[in-house]
């Protein structure tokens, strides 16, 4: 039996060689944007978040730890420039623009979006979209819980800007502070939601891999009121979530 299924394939390839044409086969597995029409190229994406709603405002929960601290650093000595292009949003820290920002209470004001494909990404998370691309790809969805308490607000237009300010973009007129929370966690195969971590998979119940990062607590913060900035960061509501920005002349 064993000669005979092997005679066969021998014959088989030896005639497939002999002028039957064998197609080429693409092994690279379908990403998320093959399927749903997704960005093929980092100039497409940046093209997104050119378009994206509220691009002037964008949140922050997932810009790199490096550019929050020169954020908060730069904000304490003058006006913060950065440079905006496509989806990446970067702090200028040798750029020093004169000016000053207020501190001023507003009322708490939470809030929330879910991302659950790319074009939810792009459009909603424009500066996170790069990192969390992976992810998304991956199966993963997420979902944004945040809380602002207060903002940091520009007095007046840079009022005469000095050292490296090459590719400077905006300056921020705005931060607004308070808590946030990022909760990821895998989405059903049918692109149902996964309800508190939980997969069904034929008929069983299988935990779900689940990843939160943020800061604060949005909960506690979302009750406080009236916080000055030092009461805002004692109470754990000072993280940057928010940016308001606007073009340089």
């Not at 093929?40 to 978040?49: G, I, N, T, V, Y």
């Not at 998370?125 to 998304?136: H, I, N, S, Y």
Request: proline share 5%; aromatic share 4%; glycine share 10%.
């Amino acid at each position: 039996m064993t000669r005979v299924c092997l005679g066969a394939l021998a014959a088989a390839l030896v005639s497939a060689g002999c002028g039957a044409s064998i197609p080429d086969v693409d092994a690279r597995a379908p990403t998320l944007a093959d399927a749903q029409g997704g960005p093929q190229s980092p100039a497409e994406a940046a093209q997104l978040c050119e378009k994206a709603e509220g691009r002037d405002s964008p949140l922050i929960v997932e810009w790199p730890g490096t550019h929050k601290v020169e954020l908060e650093s730069i904000a304490k000595r003058g006006l913060v420039v950065v440079r905006y292009e496509g989806c990446k949003l970067s702090v200028l820290p040798l750029c020093e623009a004169r000016g000053a920002y207020k501190f001023e209470a507003v009322s708490p004001q939470r809030d929330g979006l879910e991302i659950k494909d790319e074009s939810d990404l792009f459009a909603r998370l424009p500066v996170a979209a790069p990192g969390l691309r992976a992810e998304l790809a991956s199966g993963k969805a997420f979902k944004l819980d945040y809380v602002l308490v207060g903002r940091q607000t520009a007095e007046a237009a840079p009022q005469g800007m000095t050292g490296d300010c090459t590719g400077a973009t905006h300056f921020v007129r705005s931060i607004s502070v308070g808590a946030y929370t990022l909760e990821s966690s895998a989405r059903a195969a049918q692109g149902a939601d996964v309800d508190a971590g939980i997969v069904q998979t034929g008929g069983s119940r299988k935990a779900s891999r689940s990843r939160n990062r943020g800061s604060g607590d949005v909960a506690s913060c979302a009750s406080k009121a009236d916080l000055d900035e030092a009461g805002a960061r004692s109470a754990g509501c000072s993280a940057p979530v928010q940016l308001g920005l606007m073009k340089l002349p």
